[in-house]
């Protein structure tokens, strides 16, 4: 029964990633996260205190698995060349296009401001985590944090700007800016 019950809290914490990455974290309603689940609102109690909470998990666990990304490059690479590979993804046109497992950054950036000290934290510790996975040293660490910034721009402006000529060119600019 336990093993159910986490089961099926995986997998509308799949759902609200989703929906997260493609609408960020207040237009889903609870309703559309457990349609999206495949199940009904009735059950969502038993597993979340809040949509806040789901969200929040929701978040964090797609930060955490950036950077779980980030962290499969070749410790062969210098920091250098982890900043360029990891643009070269990032800045992409499959992740630009992507709605399974994507940064969910651009469309939550906007949010943030009126959602709870929490959401800020993670993000505030994705951040750092980030840098510090990026940089090669201490010194580097400003560079890094404007190539992330950089990223996730590029990323929010060409999928606002959606598929197209234009929306690759961003990408392209941007890719080509983070050295």
Do not use: W
Not at 134 to 154: H, Y
């Amino acid at each position: 029964m336990r093993d159910k019950k986490a089961r099926t809290r995986e997998r509308i914490l799949g759902a609200a990633a989703g929906e997260l990455v493609r609408r960020g974290p207040l237009e889903p309603s609870v309703g559309e996260v457990m349609g999206a689940a495949g199940l009904t609102v009735g059950g969502f109690y038993a597993h979340f205190a809040s949509k806040e909470q789901l969200m929040l998990e929701a978040f964090r666990q797609l930060l955490r698995r950036r950077r779980q990304l980030l962290a499969r490059l070749d410790d062969g690479l210098n920091a250098e060349q982890r900043r360029v590979l990891s643009a070269a993804f990032y800045l992409s046109r499959r992740h630009r296009d992507s709605s399974d497992d994507a940064c969910p950054l651009p469309s939550a950036l906007g949010e943030l401001g009126r959602l709870s000290e929490p959401f800020r934290q993670v993000l505030a510790e994705h951040i750092e985590l980030m840098v510090a996975e990026l940089a090669g040293s201490p010194e580097e660490r400003d560079k890094v944090l404007a190539d992330l910034v950089l990223m996730v721009g590029g990323l929010a402006l060409a999928r606002a700007l959606g598929r197209g000529e234009l929306s690759d060119r961003v990408l392209r600019a941007a890719r080509s800016a983070v050295q």
